[in-house]
């Protein structure tokens, strides 16, 4: 929903600052605008107001997830990057060692593919624990 722009009050020139001043006869006085109104400007009550809140709070709740978003995925790409940094160390060391076949790398950063039979996972500490 598009919210409309705020229009000021015109007022004819010359006019602008045409007030009635009556002493109500108790100490106070009312001030009547006495100008014309070419034009009424928006009028700032709840009809005005309360889309503009409505589409803050909207907004409010879109982004209120994201920074943990964000950080998770900081985070896996972290785990990722240490991920490949171990299978690299461990191929480069075989191929220098002559050993290429039957190469196996496994991080255990989480257990996201692997199922655990005998052991225990630390979600925590991301640590893996055997018996």
Do not use: C, W
């Amino acid at each position: 929903m598009m919210l409309p722009h705020f229009e000021d009050e015109q007022v004819r020139i010359g006019e602008e600052n045409r007030y009635r001043i009556t002493d109500r006869g108790d100490g106070t006085v009312d001030i009547v605008f006495t100008g014309q109104v070419e034009r009424p400007g928006t009028p700032i009550n709840k009809a005005t107001l309360n889309p503009m809140v409505d589409k803050i709070n909207e907004l409010e709740s879109r982004t209120e997830g994201l920074e943990e978003a964000t950080l998770q995925q900081v985070h896996d790409l972290q785990v990722n990057f240490i991920d490949l940094s171990i299978e690299f160390e461990t191929l480069k060391g075989a191929t220098l060692n002559g050993v290429t076949a039957n190469i196996f790398v496994e991080t255990f950063q989480t257990l996201n593919d692997i199922e655990m039979i005998h052991g225990s996972f630390d979600v925590t500490n991301e640590k893996v624990y055997l018996p």
